[in-house]
């Protein structure tokens, strides 16, 4: 259990760290409005995740108990999907844009409009179901339990970053703008990471 639960907050953290739709808004919110405007829109985004494991924990929980084989095809499934993003990573602009000129809102503004952000975007969901099944430690054990589980170390560790890139967002801007190559650099970290946990999934 420790090991898969160490196993799954590196690949949490890996992914969080890399150049995603949520994190950039996160930063670009934070460059515009403020710190704490970044942590509001943190929360909201992560307040959706509560949601969407929810549905996870107990969909997938009722196929593991009725095929081995179905969950399995999930999993594989999964792993498809997860090389499928890093191909569309590989495919698209090295470009990362901060739109500085992002419209001011006000902290419930933000926390509502993560929180929409997330539920509306069916890519979180399949992301989940994705991401979170090869992470399970006991499939003869408490799947629902160990999904929540999962879902509180996604959101903890998420939430943690996300507000670490708003606190550090004027020198994060800064050294996206100057370095020329960190648009390359970041985009092979997300392949990277994708190709990783699409691996991962399929080992034994």
């Known amino acids: ?17 890399s150049p995603g739709p949520d994190n950039i808004y996160v930063l670009t ?3 515009v409005n403020g710190t704490k405007s970044g942590i509001a829109t943190t929360a909201g985004l992560i307040s959706g995740c509560i949601v969407h494991t929810t549905l996870l924990a107990f969909g997938v929980s009722a196929i593991i108990t009725t095929s081995e084989e179905l969950f399995y095809g ?3 499934l999964g792993a498809c999907y997860l090389l499928y993003l890093a191909y569309k990573v590989y495919k698209s602009d090295e470009h990362i ?3 500085e000129n992002a419209p001011k809102k006000s902290y419930l503004q933000l926390f509502n409009t993560g929180v929409i952000m997330n539920l509306l975007n069916p890519k979180v ?5 994705a991401f979170f099944p090869g992470f399970l430690w006991n499939k003869e054990g408490n799947t629902v339990l160990q999904f929540y589980v999962l879902g509180l170390v996604f959101m903890a560790i998420s939430f943690f970053t ?27 970290l997300q392949i ?3 190709v990783g946990i699409a691996v991962f999934i399929l080992l034994p």
């Open 162 to 188: 996300f507000s670490t890139i708003s606190l550090a967002a004027g020198r994060i801007s800064t050294l996206l703008l100057n370095w020329k190559d960190m648009g390359i650099v970041l985009k092979w």
């Open 29 to 31: 919110q934070s460059l």
């Open 192 to 194: 990277l990471v994708f």
């Open 125 to 129: 969901m399949i992301f989940f179901l």
């Open 74 to 76: 999930i999993k594989v």
């Open 97 to 99: 844009s901060l739109a």
């Open 1 to 17: 259990m420790i090991e898969t639960l160490i196993s799954f907050s590196i690949a949490t953290l890996a992914l969080a760290i």
